[in-house]
């Protein structure tokens, strides 16, 4: 049986698209935008460490079959910076001890879909993803 963050209800679950070699300055709605192309993006969250150059993302699409599209048409490519290409991979999954996916502790949602409203409270944890989303959008 698969455990449940309460957060995936079972969509999605072998959907999620880990992505780097993206530029420092890319925000969640960026991400959301970039990926919606290939299908259904239920979220995406974006991972900043300040030891990397650059940033990497979450993406989690309602579908595999999306998310192997988005994979296969982005991985290698080099759509941001000639000769640094994106590198996409699936997300890998939580662990035996139930550790949560990062994408249940506040991603940016599509809005379009009724089960999953954006939220301007969720993943504001020490201002960084709040204030960020509310400055991008103006």
Known sequence: STQSTGDEGGIGEDSNLYVS???LN???YQLMDFFSPFGEVLSVRILRDASRP???GLVKFGDRAAAERALSSIHGSCVFDP???IQVKFALKSGPSGNRSPLANGPIRNRT???NRYNPMVGGGGGGGGAAARAARG
């Open 21 to 23: 070699k993206l530029p």
């Open 26 to 28: 890319f925000n969640e």
């Open 54 to 56: 650059d940033t990497c």
């Open 83 to 85: 000769g640094n290409p």
């Open 113 to 115: 879909s009724p089960n």
